[in-house]
Structures are given as structure tokens and as C-alpha cells.
């Protein structure tokens, strides 16, 4: 097989496996601050309890988490070796920031953190939670400052042919990142909510503690419906910025071959031809694709016959049109999916609302455990849609992925070490699971926590102690 196709699927397996981790990472951390900040306010144990608890969960997501990352970064010296010597320069300096600056931050008070229960007072232990969370905040903002030089380069001059930042005000101040990064977090956000709502109605289905468990049900639904307006609306703002920049990646999200008309239609679906260049049936939404671009109902937005035919004449020839079929239905799923966490989460909030939640069917509460699973599908088909939209570009408009390969990594070799990757995360995925499913089976330690047991309204004799009355 080409080493291009080669080192292209592993790259994609590393990131996608490590992007399972990263959003749990950034949400679990808000979700336990916030917990333990109702503790710390109204000092009731079951919050300590419960913050112990999800902090348990993120001990183990984070752990492996950063060994995918370590993982990840082999690959950039291993397979794009062209890649990193034409933007190391430029690329070096956000990563060094992260691992110096914004990944210490997040270890050194995660480890003050577990430690320091009963050693540290309540606000200062609160303190070290929060800056675990801004540090999580801080680590993406820095890879995303290196992600969007590869969307839109800025801050560089390019010499002895290779790009070396010249203004770093630039670089952190690109307008794709501030349009991608609030996207992000809130996309993990989100990912967060489903994955402790999923939790908590298993618990609760299955009568454990499902009073404790309410409560984190109710906090986290919350964060799931706030969270998908915060992607929503973030995700608009950085549609509009990607006519301007990629607009060629935006007419591939729509299967958009010719001009699109003024106003110009969304496609709902399309049954896409992509070698005949055209779409042999649309459902389209009137209006809706200048809605998204240009914020009114009126526009025309530019098509990929036209856009490749600019580009030859800016860049030479080539094709420079992306896999049109995979970036149009990567965005669909990535909204389908967020749709559909954005019901169950709705639902979840009226149930709760109307006192309703321990009355539910189980049907609810099995939907919700299956919906842990949609954000990351969502996150995952949207880094797909941006990464493959960008195509045949790695430094949009510099260097193709092709130019950005190592020249003297053999197929043999990358076939050997994609083995040898997938095996690693196999391995470390059900380690994992193993143990996210074990502390999920054995639940929060209320009996070192609760002042007193009393009648569980739900229930489960022994099974939940009143601590927040």
C-alpha cells in the first residue's frame, strides 16, 4: 500500500483515539468543581462524596489520555518528517507552551488535588480543582493554536523553505482559532454532560444510590442543553469564517458542485457522484446555506467547479478538491448526532422540572446510557469533516499532505507500526473500560462521607444517604 494512505489512516487512528479522551478530560474537571463547589457552599457531605467519585473517572481518563497524546507525537518525527521540518519553527512553539506551561499547571494541582483532601482547608482544595479545569482550557488553546496555522497560516515568513514565525501576537490571535476553540470546548463540554447523565441513569436505573445519582443527572443535563446552543452557535460563527478562508472545504460540507443560487439552499442529504462531479438527487432547506454564511437569508456562496478552477490559476495544477462524499456526511452526522443528545437531554431537564425523574420509563434511562456514545461521535465526525475538508492541503495553501510524508518510511514500516499502535490502544481501551466499569459498579463511598442514613426516597434500603437535606 502507499505510504501516503499509510501514514494518512494512522495518523487519523492516533487522533481519533486520543480526541476520545481529551473532552472527558476538560468536561469531568468543570463537572467535579462544580460539585465540590456545592460542597465547599453548602456543606453537605453527598457532594463530596459525588466529587470523589466523578474525580475517580477522570483520574483514569487522564492517565490514558496522556499516554495517547505521548503516543500521537511519535508519529509527527516518524511519518511526517517533511511536515515537521517545514513548520517546527511555527508548530514547536504552541506545543512547548502546552507541555510547560498548561500541562504542569493541570498535574501539579490534580496531584495537590487527590492528595490533599483533609490536608488543605475546603477553599484552597476548591481552588486546586478549578485550576485543574483553566489548565485543561489552557493545554486546547494551545493545540488548537497549532491546529489553526495548518486550517489558515499566519504569524510566518517562509525561508530556506521552511516557515518560521515572525509575529506570535498573530499566531494566538488567528481567527480560527478564536472561532474553533470555543467550538471545542463546548463540543467537550457537552461530551461531559452525556457521558455523567449516561452514568447516573444507569445508576439510577438500577436503584444504586439513585439519589446521589439525581442530583448528578440533573447538573449534567443542564451542561449537555447548555453546551449544544454554546456549539451551535459557536459552530455558525466559524461556518461563516471558513467561506472566507476555506471556501472550498465549505462547498465540499454541502456537495455544492455549481454555484449555489441566491439565496443559496442547504442540502439535508445528497446522493453525491464524485466522479461524475455532481449530485444525482438533493432534499435541500431554502435559504439555509446563506443563513449559515453570511448570517441573512440572501447570498450566493461560490461551488467546487469554480473554486478549483481559481485555485489552479493561484496554485498550479492540480486537484485540489477534497473527498467530497466523506466531509458532506461527517457534518450531517456530527449535527444528527448532536440533535439527538439535545433531546434526551431536553427531555431529562422537563422530567426533572415536573418532579418526574425517579417515575420515568426505563426506556429513558437506557436511551440516556446509549447516549454517552453520540458527542463523540459528533466530535469525531467533525474533526473528520475539518481535517478531510482541508484536503489535498496539511499547511492550507503552502504544503500538500503528500509533500509533508517522510520520504524514507518504507510501507513494511508503517504497516508494522500501525500494528503496533492499534494494539497499544486496544489494549489501553479496555483497560479503560475495565476500570470505569468496575468504580461505576461499586458507586461513591457514602459511608465515610454521610453523617447518617436515612429513608431513600427512591427505594434502596441502604442504598443513598439523605446528606442534602
Known amino acids: ?34 460539585m465540590e463547589t456545592l460542597y465547599v457552599i453548602k456543606g453537605k457531605p453527598a457532594y463530596k462524596a459525588m466529587s470523589k467519585f466523578w474525580g475517580k473517572l477522570f483520574l483514569i481518563n487522564f492517565a490514558v489520555g496522556v499516554v495517547t497524546g505521548i503516543l500521537q507525537e511519535f508519529q509527527f518525527g516518524m511519518n511526517w518528517s517533511e511536515y515537521s521540518r517545514f513548520v517546527g519553527d511555527v508548530f514547536g512553539a504552541p506545543l512547548a507552551i502546552e507541555a510547560l506551561l498548561a500541562f504542569f499547571l493541570e498535574s501539579t494541582f490534580l496531584g495537590l488535588w487527590i492528595f490533599g483532601w483533609e490536608r488543605l482547608s475546603k477553599k484552597l ?8 479545569f483553566i489548565g485543561t482550557l489552557f493545554s486546547a488553546f494551545w493545540i488548537l493554536v497549532a491546529n489553526s496555522f495548518m486550517q489558515h497560516p499566519v504569524g510566518f515568513q517562509i525561508n530556506n523553505g521552511r516557515a518560521e514565525m ?25 461530551t461531559g454532560g452525556a457521558l455523567v447523565a449516561g452514568i447516573s441513569a444507569w445508576k439510577i436505573m438500577k436503584k444504586q444510590d439513585a439519589q446521589l445519582f439525581g442530583h448528578s443527572f440533573r447538573i449534567a443535563v443542564i451542561m449537555l442543553v447548555i453546551s449544544f446552543f454554546g456549539v451551535a452557535f459557536s459552530g455558525h460563527f466559524q461556518a461563516q469564517y471558513l467561506v472566507k478562508t476555506q471556501p472550498m472545504k465549505m462547498a465540499a460540507s454541502e456537495a455544492l458542485w455549481g454555484k449555489s443560487g441566491d439565496p443559496a439552499g442547504w442540502n439535508v442529504i445528497a446522493f453525491i457522484d464524485p466522479d461524475e462531479q ?27 467547479h469554480e473554486l478549483q478552477a481559481e485555485y489552479v490559476q493561484t496554485y498550479g495544477e492540480g486537484n485540489y478538491i477534497p473527498p467530497v462524499r466523506t466531509t458532506f456526511w461527517s457534518f450531517r452526522i456530527m449535527i444528527a448526532a ?8 431536553g427531555y431529562g431537564i422537563y422530567l426533572s422540572l415536573r418532579g418526574k425523574l425517579e417515575q420515568a420509563q426505563p426506556w429513558y434511562f437506557k436511551m440516556m446510557v ?14 473528520i ?21 517522510s520520504p524514507n518510511v518504507s510501507s513494511g514500516m508503517l504497516l508494522f507500526s500501525i500494528i503496533a499502535f492499534t494494539g497499544a490502544y486496544a489494549a489501553l481501551a479496555a483497560i479503560t473500560v475495565f476500570l470505569f466499569v468496575k468504580y461505576i459498579k461499586k458507586g461513591p463511598d457514602l459511608k465515610s462521607e454521610a453523617e447518617q442514613p436515612v429513608h431513600d426516597p427512591f427505594g434502596v434500603e441502604g442504598g443513598a444517604y439523605a446528606v442534602f437535606k
Not at 125 to 132: F, R
Not at 386 to 404: D, L
Open 370 to 383: 446509549f447516549g454517552i456514545c453520540l458527542p463523540f461521535i459528533s466530535n469525531t465526525s467533525g474533526w
Open 166 to 190: 515572525n509575529d506570535f501576537l498573530a499566531l494566538i490571535t488567528n481567527g480560527q482559532v478564536l472561532v474553533e476553540f470555543p467550538h471545542t470546548i463546548f463540543g467537550a463540554l457537552m
Open 385 to 405: 469533516m475539518t481535517e478531510i475538508g482541508r484536503q489535498p492541503w496539511t499547511v492550507f495553501g503552502y504544503m500538500t499532505t503528500e509533500m509533508g510524508v
Open 1 to 34: 500500500m502507499d505510504p501516503l494512505m499509510l501514514s494518512r489512516i494512522q495518523y487519523a487512528s492516533t487522533t481519533i483515539f486520543h480526541f476520545l479522551f481529551v473532552p472527558v478530560s476538560i468536561s469531568l474537571a468543570l463537572f467535579i468543581a462544580i
Open 338 to 345: 448532536g440533535c439527538l443528545s439535545l433531546l434526551l437531554g
Open 125 to 132: 482544595h476548591l481552588m486546586c480543582i478549578w485550576l485543574v
Open 278 to 304: 455532481k449530485n444525482n438527487w438533493e432534499l435541500q432547506v431554502p435559504g439555509l446555506l446563506s443563513y449559515l454564511s453570511y448570517s441573512k437569508f440572501s447570498g450566493e456562496v461560490k461551488g467546487i
